[in-house]
């Protein structure tokens, strides 16, 4: 499963990596369908990160909710994830219970 989103060129090449090497994907496009914090929650054990782990610090949501701030808390960045799901790094590859941020693309290669 990918968590893609087709205007990134990075998510681009992870779908592409995977059909070439004859992967059946299943595309999650997280901007169209938010994930719900559940979903998050699950994807960050499968990477064994924390939520700040996942951040896009270059997006205006992440200055504008204040999230480069020390006091910020898992669940305060839990909840701007969910509310504003251009703050998650892409792309995620998820297999079976493990999954990378496929950056670069061949981090892929670590869960297959």
Known sequence: KVWHNPRCS???????YLEEKGCTV?????LKTPPMRA??????GYLGVDARSILRK????????????TETTEDQVLDAITSNP???????????????????TEKIDEIL
């Not at 299943?26 to 997280?30: A, D, P």
């Not at 998650?88 to 941020?101: D, L, N, S, W, Y």
């Open 26 to 30: 299943e595309v999650f496009e997280y």
């Open 86 to 104: 251009i703050l998650i790094e892409r792309p995620i590859v998820i297999h079976g219970q493990k999954a990378v941020v496929a950056r670069p």
């Open 39 to 44: 979903q998050v929650e699950e994807v960050l």
């Open 10 to 16: 990075k998510s681009r090449l992870a779908l592409k």
């Open 58 to 69: 270059k997006e205006a949501a992440f200055k504008d909710l204040g999230l480069g701030a």
